[in-house]
């Protein structure tokens, strides 16, 4: 429906086009002297050329060539031969276009052999005819091109756009699996120690009052400790496995991931402000190193070699805040670049926090706040 719509708006377009240069033409003529019988073929001609216009979206050829055998006998007819010339240009391969554009330059020497224009010597006379001829399809050729580099280029951003919000939301839903991966690996004893205590207090409610008060303790004290780690357990969003089993990674251990980068060839500077970065809370310790391994890791990606400048600042009772830039590269963007931002970003919000990157000026910023409680 669209583009029967554009066909149609195509063809009044050219056909006001045409119309508009036989009058113009035919104003022209009268205004040279040509009058009667003379004048009345020149205005037939040139409103046979405007009705083959719109022919030129079903039949272009056969309307082309017809439009050019009307440039030998009258000058009317050379605006709708013009456009005739554009469309094959742009419609048809080339050698058409140069052939229909050869019949135009016939058409047009024959009409200054026997109508001569005043003034204009027949040698140039030709030289005029076929370099308009010759811009014309050059024109309609440049024009074609120009119009299937833009749809090139519009459906290449199309399909990159669905491919980045693909992987987006890949991304957050791997996020949110591993969260419940996690959550059943931490909670899952706690849980499971919820339910024997409760069902020894359902099926033995004759216990003696002390062994109920034991349990109803015990069950007090692991619904506060299942909370708590289900706490840990959001702000853990992308640790892997090996991380959950071992001790967890904290800002104290900033020193061993900046020899890290350094021992590949990444030079690192580290402005450290804080006091004592393992008086850092735990959660907050966490995701603050993880902010700053993922910003490493970036950095080693798309920026190798190139100088990382790390600065930290803070206080208990405030907000911890941390700043990475790295110049920016023109290196290749593998599949997936952008994605463990992405995560990062779910991870800092979850954790009550804010992340922000961006690129410019040549240099990739990334900066995020973490609370610290007091």
Not at 96 to 110: D, E, F, I, K, W
Not at 164 to 187: C, F, K, P, S, Y
Not at 232 to 242: C, G
Request: proline share 7%.
């Amino acid at each position: 429906m669209h583009g029967d719509l554009f066909c149609e708006r195509g063809r009044t377009a050219l056909t006001c086009a045409a119309a508009g240069g036989f009058v113009a033409t035919a104003v022209g003529e009268i205004l040279s002297g040509l009058r009667g019988l003379p004048l009345a073929g020149e205005l037939a001609l040139g409103v046979l050329g405007c009705a083959l216009v719109p022919l030129l979206f079903r039949r272009p050829v056969p309307s082309a060539f017809a439009l050019m055998v009307l440039t030998a006998f009258g000058a009317t007819a050379t605006p709708p031969a013009s456009i005739g010339v554009v469309q094959i240009a742009r419609r048809g391969p080339l050698g058409v276009a140069v052939g229909v554009a050869t019949a135009g330059v016939a058409g047009h020497l024959v009409r200054g052999l026997w109508r001569p224009t005043p003034g204009l010597p027949f040698e140039w006379w030709v030289v005029l005819v076929v370099l308009g001829h010759a811009a014309l399809v050059g024109g309609g050729a440049l024009a074609e091109a120009r119009r299937a580099l833009i749809v090139s280029l519009t459906e290449r951003a199309r399909r990159a756009e669905a491919e980045q919000g693909r992987r987006v939301a890949e991304a957050r839903a791997a996020e949110r699996t591993r969260i419940a991966r996690e959550m059943h690996d931490v909670l899952a004893h706690r849980l499971s120690l919820l339910a024997t205590y409760a069902g020894a207090l359902e099926y033995r409610p004759d216990s003696a009052p002390e062994r109920i008060a034991q349990a109803a303790g015990v069950i007090r004290a692991t619904v506060h400790q299942a909370l708590e780690e289900l706490r840990h357990v959001i702000a853990l969003l992308r640790d892997s496995d090996e991380d959950l089993e071992g001790p967890l990674p904290t800002l104290a251990g900033l020193p061993d991931l900046v020899e890290e980068s350094r021992a590949v060839g990444t030079p690192v500077e580290v402005r450290d402000g804080l006091a004592d970065p393992a008086a850092v809370p735990g959660a907050t310790g966490r995701a603050a190193y993880r902010v700053l391994q993922e910003a490493l890791t970036n950095a080693r990606k798309h920026a190798p070699g190139r100088p990382v400048r790390i600065e930290l600042g803070g206080a208990p009772g405030t907000r911890l805040r941390i700043e990475v830039s790295n110049p920016v590269t023109d290196g290749v963007r593998g599949p997936g670049t952008g994605t463990g931002l992405v995560g990062l970003t779910e991870r800092v919000r979850l954790a009550g926090g804010r992340l922000d990157h961006e690129a410019a000026a040549g240099e990739f910023r990334l900066s995020a706040e973490l609370p610290w409680p007091a």
